[in-house]
Structures are given as C-alpha cells and as structure tokens.
C-alpha cells in the first residue's frame, strides 16, 4: 500500500471558519492532485501541481488554494467554509508510470 | 479538453452474473488505468494497460484496452459481493499529462 495520508479524516466546521486539509506522501511523487467527491459521485479534480513551486487549477471550479513548497507536502486551504463546500476531498500523487495512489480522504461539514 | 466517458453509470447484478463496464476516451491514451472504491473508502489502484490490444486478467477481472487505444473494459466473470464498488477508468491527458478520471460504475450486488 502506498504512503500518503490525509488529515483530519472526519471535520465538522462553522461557517466562515478557515481550514486547511493536510495531505503527505513519502513516496517522492512529482505529481499531487486533490479531488472533491459527493457519495457515490464521480471524482472532480480541483487543484494539481507537477512538483514544487507548481500548482494548476482543475476542472471543477473550487474556492480552495493550495500550495506546493515542498514535495511531499500539498495542504489544501479553505479561507470561508460554507455548507456548499461539504464534501469528501481526496488527495492523490501518481508515479513516474502515471498511476495514482489515493489519501483515505477528509469527510467535510459545514453547519 | 481530453473527455473520458464510462458507461454504464450504475448496474445491479445477482451474485454469480458476470458484469461489464466500458470505457471511451475523446483521443488516443497511451495508457489506460482502472481502480476500484468500496463504498466509504478511497480509489485503489487496480492495473494499467499500455498496447495496442492488450488483455490482462486478475482472478476473474479481465481488462481490454482497444486497438486504437481509445477504449477500455473490465469484465468481472461471476460477481461476488466483494465486488460491490465503484469502478473508474483513468488516462494521461491534457496538459502535462494530468489523469482524467471517467464517471465512474457502481455496482451491486445482490445475493
């Protein structure tokens, strides 16, 4: 099983609090993406970064940042929670092959 | 942008029917990926096709990757009720080569 890991697991927040979701992994991996994804939807990407200093956008417009300052680490940032944001986030890197190895996620609520 | 499309989006199967999703991508892959999510969990990494034509089988999952390279499927022979999940492809595309996640097959089944 490869090592990356999410944190908090679970996360039940305020509105308008700030939070950051944490995700490493210590496999040295280039490439980190973070999905959000409602039960038994389909992933959406919202951010990637090909390595330091890079991060890019996904598809589904999000009002998260990240940043990338160093290799293993890729903390997600939510500057105002609000309930539309509730959600799982899963946090992935993928190796020189292209295959991804997922974080066991961070279930989201806002109230 | 690169599209990856899977159908069916849900099935539901007796135990011991087999059971088939299909995947199609809008441009030629270099590589096709499938993983497999339990209900609550995170997407894990099943196999990776890579030829023109390629067959790969696990146990009773049997994966296709087309001769154009533009299409996939998994095919499970005899369902168990292990096998309840949601089922995604996944290809290298777009800038940098980022993954794009199909929508995704849940299956179940009942026993």
Redesign the interface.
Known sequence: EADIYQTPRYLVIGTGKKITLECSQTMGHDKMYWYQQDPGMELHLIHYSYGVNSTEKGDLSSESTVSRIRTEHFPLTLESARPSHTSQYLCASSDGLGRAFFGQGTRLTVV | ?QQVMQIPQYQHVQEGEDFTTYCNSSTTLS?I?W?KQRPG?????LI?LVKSGEVKKQKRLTFQFGEAKKNSSLHITATQTTDVG?Y?C?G?GG??????????T?LRVKS
Not at chain 2, 95 to 104: C, D, E, I, S, T
């Open positions: 942008g590589n990926q993983y969990g995170h997407p894990v990494f990776q949601t995604f996944a290298p800038y940098g080569n980022k993954l794009v996640f199909g929508a995704g849940i």
